[in-house]
Structures are given as structure tokens and as C-alpha cells.
T-cell receptor, first 114, second 110 residues
Framework: GENVEQHPSTLSVQEGDSAVIKCTYSDSASNYFPWYKQELGKGPQLIIDIRSNVGEKKDQRIAVTLNKTAKHFSLHITETQPEDSAVYFCAASRASYNTDKLIFGTGTRLQVFP | DVKVTQSSRYLVKRTGEKVFLECVQDMDHENMFWYRQDPGLGLRLIYFSYDVKMKEKGDIPEGYSVSREKKERFSLILESASTNQTSMYLC?????????FGSGTRLTVV
């Protein structure tokens, strides 16, 4: 069935360093790739998304890249801050406007040390 | 902002009880979803709904059912709770872009 693999499961970085989280997906028809951030005691929150007709998207300190040929996409966080510490989930879907179900990765726990 | 409200943050139920988890969204979204979240397994889809009175099974529907009588409300039902249903349950709604999640219900079945 459809599957999204996410690595690493945990990531520790020093404040100010960059962090990269990688995901691969199995369904070649997937065309929507969001990233969610989950802070302690809260539900996941959408932080950035990318569609299949775009190779890269940036929003301040976060960026996402997509390689459709290799079926993988990555989240890049630059100049990390302690408040970036959270669990991050990638996901993939077939629908362009997210009217279809998302398949999630298993999550990455990011710790940013001051 | 869209708000998705889950009725309980913490629940403790006994094995064999019928359990209702309620979810309400306030932005007229068409789509609603129930996931469970377990360490190392990520978020797994239990059931989803694209319209009132419509429901579809997700990846792990066994032991669960759902109800969507009104557009804003999507209920998850555990017909006979078991200890392996101890988990964090997340409800989400969506329309056009991205899911909005509730804060989750942590259910413990003893």
C-alpha cells in the first residue's frame, strides 16, 4: 500500500545550526506534500506545503524541496532556535487541493540545544 | 482561524465499555478525519468523511466506527474498548489546503 518513510527519527542540533528531515513516498501519483509541527500537548500544525509542480518553496527559515523522480522530499530549517524543538511529520497525498487523505511519516523529534 | 475542538483531553475507560470521542469544527469544512498517534508509528488513519452521513474506512478501522450526522461534528466510537486502543486520538478537518487538527484526546483503557 501507500507508504511514507521519514528519517531520522530523532535529531539534535545546536542553536543556530541547520536541520534537515527527509521523507520518501511510494505512490507515484502523490502530488501534495505538507509538513506538520507538533508541540508538546498540541495537535500537529501545518507549517509548509509543496505541490508536485514546484521543486522548492521557502518561508522565512524553513524550506521544502521535492524530487519527484526520486520520490523524496525534505524539510530544511536554518538558524534553528529552541522554539523549533518539536516533532515534525511529513505527509503525502494524491489530491492537489488536499481533498484526499494524507499518509503520514512516522515523525522526527527535533531538539535544539541553546 | 479554523478551530477543531475535541471534547476531552484525557479519558480513562474500562475494557468492554462503549466510548465516544467527539470532534467539532467551526469553519464549514467538508472533510473530517480521525487518526490515532502511537510512538514510532506516526499518525494512522482510522476513518474519514467527505460529506454528511458519508464515511470511509482508513487504514486501521477494526474496532472503531464513526458517525457524521451534521457537517460540523464527526464522532469516533469504540464499540467495546480494549487495552490495545490506548492511544492519542486526533481529529482533523480540511478543505482545499492542509488539515487543521484538534489538540487530541489521550485515551487510556484499563
Amino acid at each position: 500500500g501507500e507508504n511514507v518513510e521519514q528519517h531520522p527519527s530523532t535529531l539534535s542540533v545546536q542553536e543556530g545550526d541547520s536541520a534537515v528531515i527527509k521523507c520518501t513516498y511510494s505512490d507515484s501519483a502523490s502530488n501534495y506534500f505538507p509538513w506538520y509541527k507538533q508541540e508538546l500537548g498540541k495537535g500537529p500544525q501545518l507549517i509548509i506545503d509543496i505541490r508536485s509542480n514546484v521543486g522548492e518553496k521557502k518561508d522565512q527559515r524553513i524550506a521544502v524541496t521535492l524530487n519527484k523522480t526520486a520520490k523524496h522530499f525534505s524539510l530544511h530549517i536554518t538558524e534553528t532556535q529552541p522554539e523549533d524543538s518539536a516533532v515534525y511529520f511529513c505527509a503525502a497525498s494524491r489530491a492537489s487541493y488536499n481533498t484526499d487523505k494524507l499518509i503520514f511519516g512516522t515523525g522526527t523529534r527535533l531538539q535544539v540545544f541553546p | 482561524d479554523v478551530k477543531v475542538t475535541q471534547s476531552s483531553r484525557y479519558l480513562v475507560k474500562r475494557t468492554g465499555e462503549k466510548v465516544f470521542l467527539e470532534c467539532v469544527q467551526d469553519m464549514d469544512h467538508e472533510n473530517m478525519f480521525w487518526y490515532r498517534q502511537d510512538p514510532g508509528l506516526g499518525l494512522r488513519l482510522i476513518y474519514f468523511s467527505y460529506d454528511v452521513k458519508m464515511k470511509e474506512k482508513g487504514d486501521i478501522p477494526e474496532g472503531y466506527s464513526v458517525s457524521r450526522e451534521k457537517k460540523e461534528r464527526f464522532s469516533l466510537i469504540l464499540e467495546s474498548a480494549s487495552t490495545n486502543q490506548t492511544s492519542m486520538y486526533l481529529c482533523a478537518s480540511s478543505w482545499l489546503r492542509g488539515y487543521t487538527f484538534g489538540s487530541g484526546t489521550r485515551l487510556t483503557v484499563v
